[in-house]
């Protein structure tokens, strides 16, 4: 059973920023490329960031680049996303999600296993 617990959200004020972390268990860890995807109320999941089994190569859409940034630390089964300059409209559940297979993408069809979700709300 594979698990991924995600951790670190939180309210912010506008300009802030955070930390989230998801620690995964139950596989290998460092064989699956892993994302982060949010979802605000009303609205459809949205792609925030991915990274390599390796953690060599990370892959951002264009309105996060700069922003944000993915990492994994496969010693320690997880993977984190920091925020930065966060705005009102990154309020959303983020979530954390496996891929098996060394390789990430941007679809959350792609993904095989998922996390719960920590909130993140940014005031103005």
């Known amino acids: 059973q594979v698990q991924l617990e995600e951790s670190g959200g939180g309210l912010v004020q506008a300009g802030g920023s955070l930390r989230l972390a998801c620690a995964a268990s139950?596989?290998?860890?460092?064989?699956?490329?892993m994302g982060w995807f949010r979802q605000a109320p009303g609205k459809e999941r949205e792609f925030v960031a991915a990274i390599r089994a390796s953690g060599d190569r990370t892959y951002y859409p264009d309105s996060m680049k700069g922003r944000f940034t993915i990492s994994r630390d496969n010693a320690k089964n997880t993977v984190y996303l920091q925020m930065n300059s966060l705005k009102p409209e990154d309020t959303a559940v983020y979530y954390c999600a496996a891929r098996r297979g060394s390789y990430y993408s941007k679809r959350p069809d792609d993904y095989d296993y998922w996390g719960q979700g920590t909130q993140v709300t940014v005031s103005s």
């Open positions: 139950g596989r290998t860890f460092s064989s699956d490329a």
